[in-house]
């Protein structure tokens, strides 16, 4: 009996053994099942995520203006729907003695305690994370510190220089730590951010060329309207001039009329040249750097020529053409005949803009750092100081339109700057609306002296 027993018993822990071997089977097939049903959760939610990042950044391209607003409103969603703590957009900005330099664009998640603005990352990773396993040297060191918190997920991209990081400041934030399964999750939230801020450098660039574009299909249509009108007026006084002049004409001139009309003709030509002249000059110039010819020669004899060229002009508007004494012997190495036609330029622009009774006053001086200063100011009418970068641009003039106060293509002041340049000089306009207009030359030092030598022959007008 008791022999029977041992037999039942023994044979009841045989089945127990097994029972307890199928029931633990059992456990571990429930526990990979709910593995396996929770990596499948997490990776779908890794793809919704991915899906909603993608339509949540086109809608912010739509409102956001500009690049840095579209960064830091990307980092919003992306933080919102990976529930993370922290999360930061770098760029990678290498200097000559740090090549691997990254400089925190945007970040969120920091409250009043600010990202440190740089890091440097030695070899970057294209991806990274950190967990509770994780030994803290490099990379994990650097990252950490980015964001100043001790779990990460990091995403770079070498080819654009952007990387994304996210923190969490434990591991039970999102009910999990980072794992090598979120690769999908961050490199795509980065990869979205790359594509719709690359549309938007992209949209900016267009608008800026198309800007572009308008702004010189209405210069050429300012040039045309321009050029037409002043053509259109000498030529006009050419052929009705020479049509009274023709033999068999109806009109009976006298010898002062015939005279008087070929003076007419004679000036309508020579404004034609000039005009010609003047697109002439502004293109090459504004195409390549003139060729020059450059000689010391006397500031003074150089104004002196240019000014006795416009004296008429200064007679025939009633304004008084003065030229103030200024430095003795100074001496600028220039190309005559080019530097004359600046001063022709601003000295014509400047009787042609003061009223009968008004005054233009030119000077020159060497400035105490060895430059020299030559300036032309006038009582003229004056502009508003928003005003004078157009006056240098070229068919420009402040009244424009074809009922202009004043004739003329607005190219000498273009081309008075392309030249002073072309000398390694500058052009400065200071001018208020009735107050005149002072337009000041400075030319480097390097083509500057004071010579006690007496003054050169004077150029030929």
């Known amino acids: 009996m008791t022999e029977l027993r041992a037999l039942d018993i023994a044979k009841l822990e045989r089945e127990l053994a097994y029972y307890r071997r199928e029931c633990n089977d059992l456990g571990a097939r429930l526990l990979r099942l709910q593995e396996e049903q929770s990596q499948a959760f997490r990776e779908a939610r890794r793809s919704r995520t991915v899906a909603k990042l993608i339509r949540e950044a086109h809608r912010l ?51 009043s305690d600010a990202p440190a603005e740089f890091a440097n990352v030695p070899a970057a990773p294209p991806f990274f994370l950190t967990t509770a396993r994780s030994v803290i040297e490099s990379p994990a060191y650097e990252l950490t510190g980015i964001l100043r918190m001790p779990y990460v997920l990091w995403a770079y991209d070498r080819a654009s220089g952007h990387a994304l990081i996210l923190g969490n400041h434990s591991e039970a934030n999102v009910s999990r730590p980072f794992e090598t399964g979120d690769q999908e999750l961050v490199e795509g939230a980065l990869s979205v951010y790359i594509d719709v801020l690359a549309r938007k450098q992209a949209e900016i660039e267009l608008r800026i060329a198309k800007a572009t574009a308008e702004e010189a299909s209405a210069l050429r249509a300012r040039f045309i309207a321009t050029l037409s009108h002043e053509l259109r007026t000498p030529l006009n006084a050419i052929i009705g001039f020479s049509d009274m002049m023709l033999p068999g004409s109806t009109y009976r001139l006298t010898d002062h009329q015939q005279s008087e009309y070929a003076q007419q003709i004679n000036e309508s030509g020579r404004l034609l040249l000039e005009l010609i002249n003047d697109i002439l000059d502004y293109s090459s110039i504004a195409k390549v750097a003139p060729q020059l010819s450059l000689v010391w020669c006397r500031a003074e004899t150089l104004i002196g020529a240019s000014v006795r060229e416009l004296a008429a002009l200064a007679i025939q508007n009633d304004v008084r053409l003065e030229v103030k004494r200024g430095e003795p012997g100074l001496e600028i190495r220039v190309d005559q005949l080019r530097f004359r036609q600046v001063l022709n330029n601003l000295l014509s622009n400047a009787v042609k803009f003061t009223g009968s009774g008004g005054s233009v006053t030119v000077t020159a001086r060497q400035r105490p750092d060895g430059a020299a200063e030559l300036q032309v100011r006038d009582t003229g009418v004056g502009m508003r100081p928003e005003d004078i970068p157009r006056a240098l641009e070229p068919f420009q003039q402040i009244d424009g ?11 000498g002041l273009p081309i008075a700057k392309g030249l002073v340049e072309a000398h390694g000089g500058t052009m400065r306009i200071v001018s208020a609306p009735g107050e005149g207009t002072a337009v000041t030359i400075l030319l480097p030092e390097g083509v500057v002296r004071v010579g006690d030598i007496p003054p050169a022959a004077e150029p030929q007008a």
């Open 61 to 111: 391209s739509d409102l956001c203006a500009t690049p840095e607003e579209l960064g830091a409103s990307m980092l919003e969603v992306i933080v919102e729907n990976t529930l993370c703590d922290r999360a930061a957009f770098v760029r990678r900005e290498p200097s000559p003695t740090t090549p691997d330099l990254f400089r925190v664009t945007h970040a969120v998640g920091f409250g």
């Open 401 to 411: 339109g074809h009922a202009r106060s004043f004739p003329g293509t607005g190219l």
